[in-house]
């Protein structure tokens, strides 16, 4: 049921529908709940889904595709089979016009002018000028500002992005059989040989692969930035030794990014106040013997606490333990330690601190920190 539903929001997203991270998941948790009664179900992921009321035909008709009565859908496919037409005595009319010979062609003139000739090659410089702008834009364009349209441009965007981040994870993770080449002892072993570098020395070979810990905001005011870090952070991870992805809003749970779609492990209210500090008390609780020296750190969120305890106390616990702690704020620095932001109180137990509020800034902060 859970990959039938993710292709039916997939198609859903194809026919022009936008559903965001956090109504794909409130669609999941209402078919969770309804069961497999087939009003009910639609009823549920409309509620879920559809924003205006215009998508509704798309959304019904890709519903009755999708979750229809097997003896219904049998029915409908046999109806709309074409007859083949003077085949095995059928009562069709046989097709003439795929035996009428065929009509000699009119010869045309051959002679183009130098204007006509040079018009589409300037159409497609101009169409190349014009994708090039809109990448650079919404590459810029601040993750809040992004409406539905401009998110589904970005998606090829993200894709390029992903690949650039994997190779080069593969490059920096691509050990030689004997470690790197120590330049310094390797001068040092030449002098006695009059300079010649006859016996290279090499480092002693790095120890296996970092585990990684990645905390993800899906609260609505981080619902975008935290689909495209997903996106460009999922498909990396097969770079690390043991990965846990969490998401959290008012306490964390295991995520799971398949096919664009946010999975979750347990139940997880989107619409909770967010409260870090209780889900750092779930993290230590939980994931302790995982937290140790060959385990990074990664945060996206914007530190928006709801006036509640931050308990940075916890955070430091943490940072004391694993090799980095990395924190990426999709907010615009000018909105960072105002309002119920209390990011100050969590920036002194960070190794870094990044903004991350468009695909640009996020492609290097992800590139600066791992």
Not at 12 to 22: I, M, T
Not at 145 to 151: I, L, S
Not at 251 to 268: K, M, Y
Not at 303 to 329: F, G
């Amino acid at each position: 049921m859970k990959a039938r539903l993710l292709d039916f929001i997939d198609q859903l997203r194809e026919a022009g529908v936008r559903a965001s991270v956090a109504e794909s998941l409130d669609a999941m948790a209402a078919a969770a709940a309804l069961g497999v009664e087939r009003e009910a179900l639609r009823a549920g992921l409309a509620a879920a889904l559809i924003k205006d009321q215009a998508d509704r035909p798309t959304f019904d008709a890709l519903f009755d595709r999708f979750f229809a009565i097997p003896g219904q859908a049998r029915g409908r496919r046999e109806r709309s089979r074409p007859v083949a037409a003077g085949i095995g005595g059928g009562h069709g009319e046989p097709a003439a016009a795929s035996h009428r010979p065929e009509q000699p062609r009119e010869p045309g003139i051959s002679g183009k002018s130098e204007g006509e000739r040079k018009r589409p090659r300037a159409r497609r410089d101009d169409a190349a000028a014009e994708r090039i702008s809109r990448r650079r834009e919404l590459l810029s364009l601040p993750f809040e500002a992004m409406d539905a349209r401009a998110a589904d441009e970005a998606q090829e965007l993200v894709e390029e992005i992903s690949r650039r981040f994997r190779r080069r994870l593969s490059r920096r993770w691509q050990r030689a059989p004997a470690g790197r080449l120590d330049f310094r002892r390797t001068i040092r072993a030449s002098l006695g040989s009059g300079g010649v570098p006859i016996d290279p020395k090499f480092r002693a070979r790095r120890p296996g692969k970092l585990d990684l810990v990645a905390l993800c905001d899906l609260s609505h005011s981080t619902a975008t930035a935290a689909e495209f870090f997903l996106a460009l952070l999922a498909p990396a991870t097969a770079f690390f030794r043991r990965v846990l992805l969490l998401g959290y809003v008012d306490r964390a749970v295991e995520i799971s990014f398949e096919r664009g779609h946010v999975i979750p492990h347990q139940p997880l209210d989107l619409a909770a106040r967010s409260d870090f500090g209780q889900v750092l008390r779930q993290l230590w609780a939980r994931c302790e013997p995982m937290l140790g020296r060959n385990t990074v750190m990664l945060i996206l969120g914007d530190a928006r606490n709801n006036r509640r305890p931050p308990r940075a106390d916890i955070l430091a616990r943490i940072h004391a333990r694993v090799r980095r702690t990395l924190w990426l704020n999709p907010e615009p620095r000018t909105r960072w330690n105002t309002g119920d932001s209390v990011l100050a109180s969590y920036a002194k137990h960070c190794d870094h601190l990044l903004a991350a509020c468009s695909l640009r800034e996020l492609e290097r902060a992800l590139q600066a920190t791992l």
